[in-house]
Structures are given as structure tokens and as C-alpha cells.
């Protein structure tokens, strides 16, 4: 069973930048696929973000792209999410997911999920 433990959220005002990381423990990292999903309140999940296994490949929903970074780190098990001009429309709980396949787009397709982090951006 991975787990998988985020950690980075908060308050940030609308404008500004934050970095949410995810620990993963439990399985070897490398074989999986990961990707940052979030959930806006009303709203259901979607995925933001997604990169491959060794990192060479990378996606981004249509709604952050060119904000948001995906990276990560394997020797240390890390999965990160930078971004950049955040505006109140980011407001969400932002989860961390891995898949041994894929990768995928769709938030139901990813195995396991972490607890969440709360980004509030005020404006």
C-alpha cells in the first residue's frame, strides 16, 4: 500500500507563488506515474497536473498551464507542484495520486490518493 503525505498548503494572496510537495512511502517510487488533482469546493475533482514515471513527461489542464510546475524528485520519493500568479479560482483541496499505469487524466484512474491540503487565495 503507498502512501502518500502532502504538505504545503495555506493562504497565499491572489498573485502570489506557492510550492505543495508530496511524500510518498511504501512502494518504490519510481514505477509510478503521479499527478496533483484537486477538488474546489462544489466542485469535483480534476486533475491539474500529471508527470511520468522517470519525469520526462509532463501535462497540465488547460486551466493552469504555463502557472503551474510539475517535478519530481525519485532519489527522494517527492512528488512537487510550483506555481505562479495564483488567483482565487485556485482555491481547492489539492491531493497528490499515483498510478502504476497509465498515466491518466481522470482522478478515478489514480489508486491511491494522499489527505489533501487546503489552498485558500484570497484576492
Known amino acids: 500500500q503507498m502512501q502518500l503525505v502532502e504538505s504545503g498548503g495555506g493562504l497565499v494572496q491572489a498573485g502570489g507563488s506557492l510550492r505543495l510537495s508530496c511524500a510518498a512511502s511504501g512502494h518504490t517510487f519510481n514505477p509510478y506515474n503521479m499527478a496533483w488533482l484537486r477538488q474546489a469546493p462544489g466542485k469535483e475533482s480534476a486533475c491539474v497536473a500529471l508527470?511520468?514515471?522517470?519525469?520526462?513527461?509532463?501535462a497540465y489542464a488547460d486551466s493552469v498551464k504555463g502557472r503551474f510546475t510539475i517535478s519530481r524528485d525519485n532519489a527522494k520519493s517527492t512528488v512537487y507542484l510550483q506555481w505562479n500568479s495564483l488567483n482565487p479560482e485556485d482555491t481547492a483541496v489539492y491531493y497528490c495520486?499515483?498510478?502504476?499505469?497509465?498515466?491518466?487524466?481522470?482522478?478515478?484512474?489514480?489508486?491511491?490518493w494522499g489527505q489533501g491540503t487546503q489552498v485558500t487565495v484570497s484576492s
Open positions: 508527470i511520468t514515471q522517470c519525469g520526462s513527461g509532463t
Open positions: 495520486a499515483a498510478a502504476h499505469s497509465g498515466p491518466y487524466t481522470y482522478p478515478n484512474q489514480y489508486a491511491y
